[in-house]
């Protein structure tokens, strides 16, 4: 039985959503249906297909009420929306049906975790009790289990805060049971990452703490995923309310903690941790583990504090990472595009040790919807000063990357990419020393662009509402540089 509030969605979005032109939405990352989008939910092979739900507003560009959308994918680039899978619209979940994950049953159903949430006061900020909840299907539609929550606030340990207890992600192990990691807090606002076991994924006990924030890295831990990676284990939060330190800048950000684990007594062990993308727009990320055994990630191409970033005209909000293949290397995690991206690329154009003096445009080096690999080496030892590439580029309008490599820095700048909001759109990241030299790979979709950084070593993502027609890409060099530079089009 489909519920008067979810029918009501599944009919707006269908209306509504099918009338935005596809131009007016990025060629291969997922935005959702209409309305509001923010975290990725359920990502998740099943029955033949990659399914990507989200947390969902659909009647207005900006949250409400938490849906989860949906939509599927053989290839994680063309996707096709299905149904709106779940409404806010039983008890446990009354006030929204909040971020969580997926799996394949024995039994062939899909079954999804979720948060549900039920608001209890409207006077103070704490005011959404918050437990975890499923709900199984064939894939398309989504039944509620009678048992919601399965598991509430009674099973943490005490202290924790009945308030910020969400976002399970679970997983099923080789022998067949279950695990979970949820994110909770003190009631004085410490993030805790909450690990549980299951025998049948619907009943649940608390195993441990599987990382605790002492009070240094922002305040609630939220979308935790934990997973074996290239012979160690990382764990995936999303603080919130950083201060800014000597690694982090402030505001909502995703870190990465990697070490070793210990699953008889659920004991994590942090050897190291790293800012996971240096960004604007990038938060809430989720993993899955495909077939042939590659780590994919996707994340929230957005931020909470940028979110005003956007133009009238769209009629979505919100948009998903290229999915990233993930690896470790020397201990820190690394990010590409994920492979099935090359089968888009049409129309190389090269060039090859070229001299960068000045201004300079070159044939063919432009576009919207590319993917675009530069390396950058001064001509001589310290013969360049900086370097500067601009994208998305007409008479008045451009977004600028600059490098300089003296600092080994490299600021992002869209700040005259059109907008006419004032929110931070510049930022600036270290990149590793690499004598000078820089291997950039952007790919720009639209509304996006992303840059993966030597090979992968670190990425930036960034949203962008620039005029489609603006598509210049120009590069100046001050003082000398050689350059080499690659492009295709992305075709779908
Ligand atoms: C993260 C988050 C989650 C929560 C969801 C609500 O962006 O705050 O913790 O489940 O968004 O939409």
């Known amino acids: 039985m489909i519920s008067q509030i979810l029918r009501e969605a599944r009919t707006y979005e269908k209306n509504e959503g099918d009338l935005i032109p596809e131009e007016n939405r990025p060629l291969f990352h997922l935005t959702p249906r209409i309305g509001w989008m923010n975290d990725p939910n359920g990502f998740s092979q099943h029955n033949g297909y990659y399914h990507l739900f989200y947390q969902?507003?659909?009647?207005?560009?900006?949250?409400?009420?938490?849906?989860?959308?949906?939509?599927?994918?053989?290839?994680?680039?063309?996707?096709?929306?299905?149904?709106?899978?779940?409404?806010?619209?039983?008890?446990?979940?009354?006030?929204?049906?909040?971020?969580?994950?997926?799996?394949?049953?024995?039994?062939?159903?899909?079954l999804l975790m979720y948060t549900g949430v039920v608001r209890v006061s409207d006077l103070d900020d704490e005011n959404f009790v918050q437990t975890q909840c499923l709900a199984a299907g064939d894939g398309t539609d989504y039944v509620k289990y009678q048992g919601n929550p399965v598991i509430d606030n009674s099973r943490i340990p005490e202290g924790l805060s009945r308030f910020d207890f969400r976002?399970?992600?679970?997983?099923?192990?080789?022998?067949?049971?279950?695990?979970?990691?949820?994110?909770?807090?003190?009631?004085d606002k410490k993030g805790r990452i909450l690990y549980f076991r299951s025998d049948d994924a619907f009943h649940w006990e608390f195993v441990s703490v599987l990382a605790a924030n002492d009070g240094s890295l922002g305040t609630m831990w939220e979308c935790p995923d934990f997973f074996e990676l290239d012979g160690k284990y990382v764990l995936l939060i999303s603080p919130q309310d950083v201060l800014q330190n000597e690694k982090y800048s402030c505001g909502n950000i995703v870190v990465a903690l990697i070490g070793t684990f210990d699953p008889e007594t659920g004991t994590f062990i942090k050897e190291s941790e790293q800012l996971v993308d240096s960004g604007i727009d990038f938060y809430a990320t989720q993993t899955l583990l495909t077939e042939d055994g590659r780590r994919i990630m996707t994340a929230w191409m957005q931020n909470w504090d940028s979110i005003v970033y956007t133009v009238r005209s769209i009629r979505w909000f919100g948009q998903m990472i290229v999915p990233r293949e993930l690896s470790l290397k020397n201990g820190r995690l690394y990010q590409?595009?994920?492979?099935?991206?090359?089968?888009?690329?049409?129309?190389?154009?090269?060039?090859?040790?070229?001299?960068?003096?000045?201004?300079?445009?070159?044939?063919?080096?432009?576009?919207?919807?590319i993917d675009l690999t530069v390396r950058i080496r001064p001509e001589s030892e310290g013969s360049l000063r900086k370097f500067e590439i601009r994208f998305a580029e007409d008479e008045t309008q451009y977004t600028s990357l600059i490098f300089r490599p003296s600092e080994n820095s490299l600021e992002f700048d869209r700040s005259n990419s059109g907008t006419r909001r004032a929110v931070d759109h510049n930022k600036k990241a270290k990149v590793s020393d690499n004598g000078g030299e820089l291997k950039l790979r952007c790919i720009l979709d639209r509304f996006s662009?992303?840059?993966?950084?030597?090979?992968?070593?670190?990425?930036?993502?960034?949203?962008?509402?620039?005029?489609?027609?603006?598509?210049?890409?120009?590069?100046?060099?001050?003082?000398?540089?050689?350059?080499?530079?690659?492009?295709?089009?992305?075709?779908?």
């Open 336 to 369: 590409e595009p994920i492979r099935e991206l090359n089968a888009m690329q049409r129309n190389r154009i090269a060039y090859e040790n070229v001299k960068a003096e000045g201004y300079q445009t070159f044939d063919g080096i432009n576009g919207r919807t």
């Open 449 to 492: 662009c992303e840059f993966f950084i030597n090979d992968g070593e670190q990425t930036m993502s960034y949203s962008l509402f620039t005029d489609h027609y603006s598509e210049g890409i120009s590069f100046t060099a001050s003082g000398s540089a050689v350059l080499d530079i690659e492009k295709y089009d992305l075709v779908k």
């Open 56 to 110: 969902y507003y659909p009647y207005q560009k900006k949250w409400g009420p938490m849906h989860w959308g949906h939509a599927i994918s053989k290839d994680l680039l063309n996707w096709e929306f299905l149904p709106a899978a779940l409404a806010p619209d039983t008890t446990p979940d009354s006030g929204g049906c909040f971020s969580g994950s997926a799996l394949s049953l024995d039994d062939g159903r899909h």
């Open 167 to 187: 976002d399970p992600k679970m997983w099923r192990e080789s022998d067949g049971t279950y695990r979970c990691v949820i994110g909770g807090c003190t009631k």
